[in-house]
Protein backbone atom coordinates (compact mmCIF):
# COMPACT_ATOMS: atom_id res chain seq x y z
CA UNK A 1 0.00 0.00 0.00
CA UNK A 2 3.05 2.29 0.53
CA UNK A 3 4.19 4.52 -2.82
CA UNK A 4 7.08 3.70 -4.22
CA UNK A 5 9.67 6.25 -5.09
CA UNK A 6 12.65 7.01 -7.12
CA UNK A 7 15.71 7.70 -7.13
CA UNK A 8 16.38 7.09 -3.69
CA UNK A 9 19.01 9.32 -3.88
CA UNK A 10 19.94 12.25 -6.05
CA UNK A 11 22.69 14.91 -6.13
CA UNK A 12 22.93 18.43 -7.15
CA UNK A 13 24.89 21.49 -8.32
CA UNK A 14 23.19 24.30 -7.25
CA UNK A 15 21.04 25.95 -10.38
CA UNK A 16 20.65 22.29 -11.46
CA UNK A 17 17.24 20.65 -11.99
CA UNK A 18 16.16 17.30 -10.49
CA UNK A 19 12.76 15.24 -10.79
CA UNK A 20 11.34 12.51 -8.04
CA UNK A 21 8.77 10.06 -8.94
CA UNK A 22 6.08 8.24 -7.26
CA UNK A 23 3.69 5.90 -7.84
CA UNK A 24 0.69 4.10 -6.46
CA UNK A 25 -0.57 0.49 -6.83
CA UNK A 26 -4.22 1.84 -5.53
CA UNK A 27 -6.43 4.56 -6.67
CA UNK A 28 -5.77 7.93 -5.01
CA UNK A 29 -7.42 10.60 -4.11
CA UNK A 30 -4.57 12.90 -3.84
CA UNK A 31 -0.82 12.98 -3.75
CA UNK A 32 1.31 14.96 -1.35
CA UNK A 33 4.67 15.93 -1.50
CA UNK A 34 6.94 16.39 1.95
CA UNK A 35 10.31 17.51 2.55
CA UNK A 36 12.26 16.68 5.75
CA UNK A 37 15.39 18.11 7.01
CA UNK A 38 17.98 16.32 9.17
CA UNK A 39 16.61 15.88 12.54
CA UNK A 40 13.48 18.20 11.57
CA UNK A 41 9.61 17.55 11.02
CA UNK A 42 8.26 16.63 7.69
CA UNK A 43 7.59 19.84 6.06
CA UNK A 44 4.12 19.93 4.01
CA UNK A 45 5.12 21.15 0.22
CA UNK A 46 2.66 20.62 -2.45
CA UNK A 47 -0.78 18.55 -2.89
CA UNK A 48 -2.42 17.17 -6.31
CA UNK A 49 -5.65 16.54 -6.51
CA UNK A 50 -7.48 14.36 -9.17
CA UNK A 51 -8.83 16.14 -11.71
CA UNK A 52 -5.86 18.28 -12.05
CA UNK A 53 -5.82 20.54 -9.55
CA UNK A 54 -2.15 22.03 -7.98
CA UNK A 55 -1.73 23.54 -4.44
CA UNK A 56 1.90 24.18 -3.36
CA UNK A 57 5.15 25.61 -3.62
CA UNK A 58 6.70 28.89 -5.83
CA UNK A 59 9.35 27.30 -7.65
CA UNK A 60 8.26 23.70 -6.87
CA UNK A 61 5.91 22.08 -8.96
CA UNK A 62 4.59 18.70 -9.17
CA UNK A 63 2.30 16.46 -12.09
CA UNK A 64 -0.19 14.18 -10.98
CA UNK A 65 -1.13 11.64 -13.65
CA UNK A 66 -4.74 9.77 -12.24
CA UNK A 67 -4.76 7.10 -14.80
CA UNK A 68 -1.23 5.80 -14.00
CA UNK A 69 -1.20 6.74 -10.57
CA UNK A 70 1.77 8.95 -10.75
CA UNK A 71 3.39 11.32 -9.28
CA UNK A 72 6.57 13.75 -10.05
CA UNK A 73 7.87 16.17 -8.48
CA UNK A 74 9.93 19.13 -10.33
CA UNK A 75 12.48 20.93 -8.54
CA UNK A 76 14.20 23.39 -10.77
CA UNK A 77 17.16 25.44 -10.30
CA UNK A 78 17.59 24.21 -7.38
CA UNK A 79 19.26 26.05 -4.34
CA UNK A 80 20.82 24.71 -1.06
CA UNK A 81 17.87 24.59 1.12
CA UNK A 82 16.11 22.41 -1.31
CA UNK A 83 18.74 19.41 0.30
CA UNK A 84 16.70 17.34 2.09
CA UNK A 85 14.72 14.24 2.21
CA UNK A 86 11.55 14.24 -0.28
CA UNK A 87 8.68 11.72 0.47
CA UNK A 88 5.53 11.84 -1.46
CA UNK A 89 2.57 11.05 0.50
CA UNK A 90 -0.87 9.66 -1.11
CA UNK A 91 -4.01 9.61 0.57
CA UNK A 92 -6.76 6.56 0.05
CA UNK A 93 -8.14 6.26 3.34
CA UNK A 94 -5.67 7.46 5.43
CA UNK A 95 -2.04 8.86 4.56
CA UNK A 96 1.11 6.31 3.71
CA UNK A 97 4.40 7.78 2.93
CA UNK A 98 7.23 6.38 0.65
CA UNK A 99 10.91 5.78 2.09
CA UNK A 100 11.58 9.01 0.49
CA UNK A 101 14.71 10.85 -2.07
CA UNK A 102 17.60 12.04 -0.48
CA UNK A 103 18.22 15.15 -1.81
CA UNK A 104 21.76 16.97 -1.63
CA UNK A 105 21.95 20.23 -3.50
CA UNK A 106 26.25 21.35 -3.78
CA UNK A 107 27.47 24.51 -4.39
CA UNK B 1 0.45 29.89 16.54
CA UNK B 2 1.58 26.64 18.06
CA UNK B 3 2.53 23.47 15.90
CA UNK B 4 2.06 20.45 16.85
CA UNK B 5 3.88 20.02 19.70
CA UNK B 6 5.56 16.18 21.20
CA UNK B 7 6.71 15.21 24.32
CA UNK B 8 9.07 14.17 25.37
CA UNK B 9 11.84 14.73 22.77
CA UNK B 10 14.01 11.86 23.82
CA UNK B 11 13.44 8.65 25.14
CA UNK B 12 15.63 5.52 26.52
CA UNK B 13 13.74 2.69 27.57
CA UNK B 14 14.59 -0.96 28.01
CA UNK B 15 13.25 -4.07 26.22
CA UNK B 16 10.39 -5.37 27.74
CA UNK B 17 8.88 -1.72 29.30
CA UNK B 18 5.89 0.44 28.54
CA UNK B 19 6.14 3.22 26.91
CA UNK B 20 3.64 6.41 26.28
CA UNK B 21 4.10 9.29 24.08
CA UNK B 22 2.52 12.40 24.03
CA UNK B 23 1.06 14.69 21.00
CA UNK B 24 -0.72 18.13 21.07
CA UNK B 25 -1.80 19.06 17.87
CA UNK B 26 -1.66 22.48 16.01
CA UNK B 27 -4.35 24.71 16.92
CA UNK B 28 -8.00 24.30 15.13
CA UNK B 29 -6.85 20.92 14.43
CA UNK B 30 -8.92 17.38 15.70
CA UNK B 31 -7.08 14.62 14.15
CA UNK B 32 -4.41 12.88 14.75
CA UNK B 33 -2.39 10.41 12.56
CA UNK B 34 0.63 8.74 14.73
CA UNK B 35 3.90 7.31 12.28
CA UNK B 36 6.69 5.45 13.08
CA UNK B 37 9.73 6.27 11.24
CA UNK B 38 13.12 4.35 10.97
CA UNK B 39 16.24 5.47 10.60
CA UNK B 40 16.69 6.37 6.25
CA UNK B 41 12.89 5.00 5.92
CA UNK B 42 10.02 6.85 4.96
CA UNK B 43 7.26 7.49 8.14
CA UNK B 44 5.12 4.16 8.28
CA UNK B 45 1.35 4.71 9.55
CA UNK B 46 0.16 3.43 12.87
CA UNK B 47 -3.38 4.78 13.78
CA UNK B 48 -5.20 7.79 13.27
CA UNK B 49 -7.69 9.32 15.73
CA UNK B 50 -10.65 11.59 15.10
CA UNK B 51 -13.57 12.30 17.78
CA UNK B 52 -11.12 10.52 20.28
CA UNK B 53 -11.96 7.08 18.24
CA UNK B 54 -9.40 5.46 16.07
CA UNK B 55 -10.66 5.72 12.81
CA UNK B 56 -7.85 3.95 10.66
CA UNK B 57 -4.88 1.38 11.87
CA UNK B 58 -1.80 0.37 10.13
CA UNK B 59 -0.07 -2.65 9.97
CA UNK B 60 0.88 -2.42 13.60
CA UNK B 61 0.80 -5.19 16.51
CA UNK B 62 -1.75 -4.46 19.35
CA UNK B 63 1.39 -3.83 21.13
CA UNK B 64 0.74 0.20 19.74
CA UNK B 65 -2.70 1.54 21.36
CA UNK B 66 -3.25 5.05 21.34
CA UNK B 67 -5.77 7.63 22.80
CA UNK B 68 -7.48 10.75 22.06
CA UNK B 69 -8.79 12.87 24.65
CA UNK B 70 -11.21 15.90 24.12
CA UNK B 71 -9.08 18.74 23.63
CA UNK B 72 -8.01 16.34 20.61
CA UNK B 73 -4.60 15.67 22.18
CA UNK B 74 -3.17 12.12 21.61
CA UNK B 75 -1.31 9.58 23.76
CA UNK B 76 0.76 6.36 21.72
CA UNK B 77 1.15 3.68 24.12
CA UNK B 78 3.58 1.02 23.10
CA UNK B 79 3.70 -2.27 25.64
CA UNK B 80 6.63 -4.71 25.80
CA UNK B 81 8.91 -3.08 23.79
CA UNK B 82 11.18 -4.62 21.04
CA UNK B 83 14.59 -3.57 20.37
CA UNK B 84 13.26 -2.91 16.85
CA UNK B 85 11.10 -0.38 18.05
CA UNK B 86 13.92 1.97 18.17
CA UNK B 87 12.69 5.24 15.70
CA UNK B 88 11.39 8.22 15.58
CA UNK B 89 8.00 8.51 16.25
CA UNK B 90 5.95 11.32 14.41
CA UNK B 91 2.55 12.98 15.68
CA UNK B 92 0.86 14.43 12.66
CA UNK B 93 -2.59 16.33 13.01
CA UNK B 94 -5.16 18.02 10.31
CA UNK B 95 -8.73 18.84 10.42
CA UNK B 96 -11.20 15.82 10.19
CA UNK B 97 -12.67 17.47 7.33
CA UNK B 98 -11.29 15.42 4.07
CA UNK B 99 -11.53 18.77 2.02
CA UNK B 100 -9.14 20.07 4.31
CA UNK B 101 -6.16 17.45 4.32
CA UNK B 102 -6.06 17.58 0.68
CA UNK B 103 -6.19 21.20 0.37
CA UNK B 104 -3.63 21.58 3.04
CA UNK B 105 -1.87 18.37 4.79
CA UNK B 106 -1.07 17.33 7.49
CA UNK B 107 1.37 19.35 10.06
CA UNK B 108 4.32 17.36 11.70
CA UNK B 109 5.88 17.49 14.86
CA UNK B 110 9.60 16.87 15.38
CA UNK B 111 8.82 13.76 17.11
CA UNK B 112 9.83 11.55 19.94
CA UNK B 113 12.95 9.46 19.48
CA UNK B 114 12.66 6.38 21.09
CA UNK B 115 15.71 4.16 21.75
CA UNK B 116 15.72 0.71 23.24
CA UNK B 117 18.17 -1.11 24.65
Known amino acids: QQPVQSPQAVILREGEDAVINCSSSKALYSVHWYRQKHGEAPVFLMILLKGGEQKGHEKISASFNEKKQQSSLYLTASQLSYSGTYFC????????FGAGTRLTVKP | DAGVTQSPTHLIKTRGQQVTLRCSPK?????VSWYQQALGQGPQFIFQ???????QRGNFPDRFSGHQFPNYSSELNVNALLLGDSALYLC????????????????FGSGTRLTVV
Open chain 2, 27 to 31: SGHDT
Open chain 1, 89 to 96: GTEFDDMR
Open chain 2, 49 to 55: YYEEEER
Open chain 2, 92 to 107: ASSFGNRGFVRNYGYT
